[in-house]
């Protein structure tokens, strides 16, 4: 069965850094490009960044370039968002999504997804 499973979600004051894991299984995991999403309340899912299934190429929204950082290991079927000096508006429930094409930056692009975990950044 096909699953991605993302952990690393929690509680920091703003500055505070967090390191989100997706962990894939049930398809190749290395053939995948992967993305991370996220969704606030009443917001819609926005694209954070993506690492492609390649190159390792990443892509980063204008509004995490310089704190996030985007990794897979494909040895251990993972991919990491490192996220480092956090502020409130980065506060969402952040979701991964693997991809069969080599560089996705569209959520319609996406064919597998996790169940999302939640990033909560107080002031």
């Known amino acids: 069965e096909v699953q991605l499973v993302e952990s690393g979600g929690g509680s920091v004051h703003t500055g505070g850094s967090l390191r989100l894991s997706c962990a894939g299984s049930?398809?190749?995991?290395?053939?995948?490009?992967i993305g991370w999403f996220r969704q606030a309340p009443g917001k819609e899912r926005e694209g954070v960044s993506c690492?492609?299934?390649?190159?390792?190429?990443?892509y980063y929204a204008d509004s995490v370039k310089g704190r996030f950082t985007i990794s897979r290991d494909n040895a251990k079927n993972t991919v990491y968002l490192q996220m480092n000096s956090l502020k409130s508006e980065d506060t969402a429930i952040y979701y991964c999504?693997?991809?069969?094409?080599?560089?996705?930056?569209?959520?319609?692009?996406?064919?597998?997804w996790g169940q999302g975990t939640q990033v909560t950044v107080s002031s």
């Open positions: 690492i492609s299934s390649s190159n390792g190429g990443t």
């Open positions: 999504a693997a991809s069969t094409l080599s560089v996705a930056t569209h959520r319609d692009e996406y064919d597998y």
């Open positions: 049930g398809f190749t995991f290395v053939d995948y490009a």
